[in-house]
């Protein structure tokens, strides 16, 4: 079993930064990829990042391409969501994920395991 909890929301204005942080407990944390999903009220959880097991290998969404950045610390069990340049349409509940690592996935069903998410509120 993995459990995940997921903390460093808050409210911030547009053009802001901000951290997010999901540690792991569990089973090795080696063998998952980690994901980080987002989801607005009134919208489907939507794909934000993911990283391999080793992280030598990430994936973005077009919409936060060059302004997120996912790493994982792997000797402390955590991966990170560090966000950049902020803009009001990135609020959204924040998730984190994992899943056996395999085959590159931006499904959110692909993806076994959850964190109870974070809220991140971004203003104009």
């Known amino acids: 079993q993995v459990q995940l909890v997921e903390s460093g929301g808050g409210l911030l204005q547009a053009g802001g930064s901000l951290t997010l942080s999901c540690a792991r407990s569990?089973?090795?944390?080696?063998?998952?990829?980690m994901g980080w999903f987002r989801q607005a009220p009134g919208k489907e959880r939507e794909f934000v990042a993911r990283?391999?097991?080793?992280?030598?290998?990430?994936d973005y969404a077009d919409s936060v391409k060059g302004r997120f950045t996912i790493s994982r610390d792997n000797a402390k069990n955590t991966v990170y969501l560090q966000m950049n340049s902020l803009k009001p349409e990135d609020t959204a509940v924040y998730y984190c994920a994992a899943r056996q690592s395999g085959y590159a996935t931006r499904w959110y069903r692909d993806f076994l395991y959850w964190g109870q998410g974070t809220q991140v509120t971004v203003s104009s």
């Open positions: 990283i391999n097991w080793s992280g030598t290998t990430t």
């Open positions: 569990g089973r090795t944390f080696n063998s998952y990829d």
